[in-house]
């Protein structure tokens, strides 16, 4: 792994990555926010950069890594740190493992499933999942996450929150949904302060969320032993929200 030891960002994309549709200079910045997330994130949560591990973070999750944007960002910020690369694409784990040696684990659609291990994570970083999970599906995850962070680690994740909602309501991104898509999302989110709405033709749980800052609060305080650390607006890539949250000793 030399281009870790000489503190260089691996620039290798998989041949499936599909999210550099705006651009090698936006996909890049994509993962640079994230990692300026993180660290906004850790220092909120009261972590230092004292001794040799940056913010004393040894261990990190990233799911879903999908085919890297953000865990080459990771490998760069924490060069020394055992990172577990997750995801339901396996071809995306592989390419993690093998790219920026990342440990290697397949995800489940029932996050009870997902088999990384438990009490062991400095870090979790969550990076627009729950802006795509129906709202019964957030304890769940949330839980999942929780019983993954070591006490005191911390997780980071994302929303689609008020900007969110501003773009939906004046069409100016279509989140892969139609004009009906786009009103009935900024409706819910109005009327309940949480929105999702599926992809067309998709039977799972995934489509597109949108979520009120308070609506996303009250699901963290739900669940035991997690708690609410930092909401920053729109701080990843000037769009989605970033909660920060640390479990309790």
Same mark, same amino acid.
């Given at each position: 792994?030399?281009?870790?030891?000489? +503190?260089? /960002?691996?620039?290798?994309?998989?041949?499936?990555?599909?999210?550099?549709?705006?651009?090698?200079?936006?996909?890049?910045?994509?993962?640079?926010?994230?990692?300026?997330?993180? @660290?906004?994130?850790?220092?909120?949560?009261?972590? #230092?950069?004292?001794?040799?591990?940056?913010?004393?973070?040894?261990?990190?999750?990233? /799911?879903?890594?999908?085919?890297?944007?953000?865990?080459?960002?990771?490998?760069?910020?924490?060069?020394?740190?055992?990172? #577990?690369?997750?995801?339901?694409?396996?071809?995306?784990?592989?390419?993690?493992?093998? #790219?920026?040696?990342?440990?290697?684990?397949?995800?489940?659609?029932?996050?009870?499933?997902?088999?990384?291990?438990?009490?062991?994570?400095?870090?979790? *970083?969550?990076?627009?999942? =729950?802006?795509?999970?129906?709202?019964?599906?957030? +304890?769940? =995850? /949330?839980?999942?996450?929780?019983?993954?962070?070591?006490?005191?680690?911390?997780?980071?994740?994302?929303?689609?929150?008020?900007?969110?909602?501003?773009?939906?309501?004046?069409?100016?991104?279509?989140?892969?949904?139609?004009?009906?898509? /786009?009103?009935?999302?900024?409706?819910?989110?109005?009327?309940?302060?949480?929105? @999702?709405?599926?992809?067309?033709?998709?039977?799972?749980?995934?489509? #597109?969320?949108?979520?009120?800052?308070?609506?996303?609060?009250?699901?963290?305080?739900?669940?035991?032993?997690?708690?609410?650390?930092? @909401?920053?607006?729109?701080? *990843?890539? +000037? @769009?989605?929200?970033?909660?920060?949250?640390?479990?309790? +000793?």
């Amino acid at each position: 792994m030399s281009l870790v030891a000489e +503190n260089k /960002l691996i620039e290798t994309l998989s041949p499936h990555e599909r999210m550099d549709f705006a651009g090698l200079q936006h996909y890049f910045r994509v993962g640079q926010s994230a990692l300026d997330c993180v @660290h906004e994130g850790l220092r909120a949560a009261g972590k #230092t950069t004292i001794g040799a591990a940056p913010f004393g973070v040894k261990t990190i999750l990233d /799911l879903p890594c999908g085919q890297g944007r953000v865990i080459r960002y990771l490998r760069l910020g924490f060069p020394e740190a055992e990172i #577990t690369a997750c995801d339901t694409s396996r071809e995306g784990v592989d390419f993690c493992a093998e #790219t920026f040696d990342a440990v290697p684990v397949y995800s489940r659609d029932e996050p009870e499933e997902i088999p990384v291990r438990r009490d062991y994570y400095d870090l979790v *970083w969550v990076g627009s999942l =729950f802006t795509h999970l129906d709202a019964d599906m957030w +304890n769940r =995850f /949330l839980t999942a996450f929780r019983s993954a962070l070591k006490p005191g680690g911390v997780l980071i994740f994302t929303t689609h929150g008020r900007l969110a909602y501003e773009y939906m309501s004046t069409k100016a991104f279509h989140y892969g949904h139609d004009e009906r898509g /786009l009103e009935e999302l900024a409706r819910l989110y109005e009327q309940a302060g949480f929105g @999702h709405v599926h992809y067309t033709g998709h039977n799972s749980y995934y489509g #597109t969320s949108i979520s009120r800052a308070d609506w996303v609060v009250d699901r963290i305080r739900a669940v035991d032993g997690l708690r609410l650390v930092q @909401h920053a607006e729109h701080a *990843w890539d +000037n @769009h989605q929200d970033a909660f920060t949250c640390q479990r309790d +000793n």
